[in-house]
């Protein structure tokens, strides 16, 4: 009786499990993964968090706060110092509007010669 009763569970669970991982994978507002650069989403990102920004800090780089998708939703990663890196600048986390929704990129250290305006 107790072998047919863990039959029966474990037949259920592997029947309904597509079930619940299906619509995570195909719902349209679902996140991707693109090549470790940032995530492409279909849902805007809320209007953004205006900050105070501190006075500067010989040494360190202001990274302003940003939008992050995180669980299925946008949830807000407030600005930050870091240690600066000599001949580069840092380029803020952005979200950019692509033809199939909304895609992330990550803030990152550029050399100083080789500035991107989004």
């Known amino acids: ?15 309904s499990a597509p079930a619940v991982v299906a619509p995570a994978v195909f719902t349209p507002a679902g996140a ?3 090549m470790n ?21 010989p040494g360190y780089a202001w990274s302003p706060g940003y939008w992050r998708w995180d669980g299925g939703r946008h ?3 407030p600005g930050y110092w870091m240690a600066e890196r000599r001949g580069y600048h ?7 509007h ?14 100083d010669g080789d500035h991107h305006h989004g």
């Open 1 to 15: 009786m107790m072998m047919r009763s863990l039959i029966t569970v474990l037949a259920a669970a592997a029947i």
């Open 90 to 96: 840092w380029v803020p986390d952005r979200w950019a």
């Open 32 to 34: 991707q993964a693109s």
């Open 75 to 77: 949830v807000w990663s």
């Open 37 to 57: 650069i940032g995530v492409t989403i279909g849902v805007p990102p809320p209007a953004p968090v205006y900050e105070a920004v501190p006075a500067p800090r």
């Open 98 to 111: 692509v033809d199939h929704g909304w895609h992330h990129e990550r803030g990152h250290w550029d050399h």
